[in-house]
């Protein structure tokens, strides 16, 4: 599977769209992007997927860029509840694809 | 609709105890899937099951762990001779169906072992 590359943190200001960048530039062509994300001393909790085009959600949008090399997660309305270590995952589909592998994330921190 | 449940949530053995990591499924969930965080590290992958079936245990280590998801009642992860290393959460998931990528995997709130 595609490795991901995510900054280690980020802040984001109550109310503001938090947008969170993953980049996976030797993704294939049979590969999905997913977010997850984990609040603290929680299991995961799935946002959003998608191949080639954007995607939304009542959580999040999902932007892919038309290479397919990087995508942004887009909370638009950002909360308190909303920090959390957001993880971007590249899995194709097919054997195996279901052993979601999760990196370090990016550790989003809402401020009031 | 419950989400899926683990127990417990907090389990601390000695050295040398066995340890045993209870998930039930979402309901109309046939696919459980277990993962380990250790401290300060990402999910890993370990193994997944259907139900009287191991499907797929590539993640497991090779000693001391097992699972089991019987006709009837929760998947079991067993944890024998539990070392200081074996201290993490452990998480659960289950799926509707396939066992594939684009089948969502929903989390439980994951037992967190205490090796003493």
């Known amino acids: 599977d595609a490795k991901t590359t995510q900054p280690t943190s980020m802040d984001c200001a109550e109310g503001r769209a938090a947008n969170l960048p993953c980049n996976h530039s030797?993704?294939?062509?049979?590969?999905?992007v997913y977010w997850y994300r984990q609040i603290h001393s929680q299991g995961p909790q799935y946002i959003i997927h998608g191949l080639k085009n954007n995607e939304t959600n009542e959580m999040a949008s999902l932007i892919i860029t038309e290479d397919r090399k990087s995508s942004t997660l887009i909370l638009p309305h950002a909360t308190l509840r909303d920090t959390a270590v957001y993880y971007c995952i590249v899995s194709r589909e097919g054997a195996g694809s279901y052993q979601l592998t999760f990196g370090k994330g990016t550790k989003l921190s809402v401020i009031p | 609709n419950a989400g899926v449940m683990q127990n417990p949530r907090h389990l601390v053995r000695r050295r040398g105890q066995e340890a045993r990591l209870r998930c039930s499924p979402m309901?109309?969930?046939?696919?459980v899937y277990w993962y380990r965080q250790l401290p300060e590290e990402g999910l890993k992958f370990m193994v997944y099951?259907?139900?009287?079936?191991?499907?797929?245990e590539s993640g497991m280590p090779k000693e001391r762990f097992s699972a089991e998801f019987p006709k009837e009642g929760p998947s079991i992860l067993r944890i024998q001779q539990v070392v200081r290393g074996d201290s993490a959460a452990y998480f659960c998931?289950?799926?509707?169906?396939?066992?594939?990528?684009?089948?969502?995997?929903?989390f439980g709130p994951g037992t967190r072992l205490t090796v003493l």
């Open positions: 309901k109309g969930h046939s696919h």
């Open positions: 099951l259907q139900k009287e079936n191991i499907i797929d």
């Open positions: 030797t993704i294939s062509g049979n590969e999905y």
């Open positions: 998931a289950s799926s509707p169906r396939g066992g594939r990528a684009t089948d969502t995997q929903y």
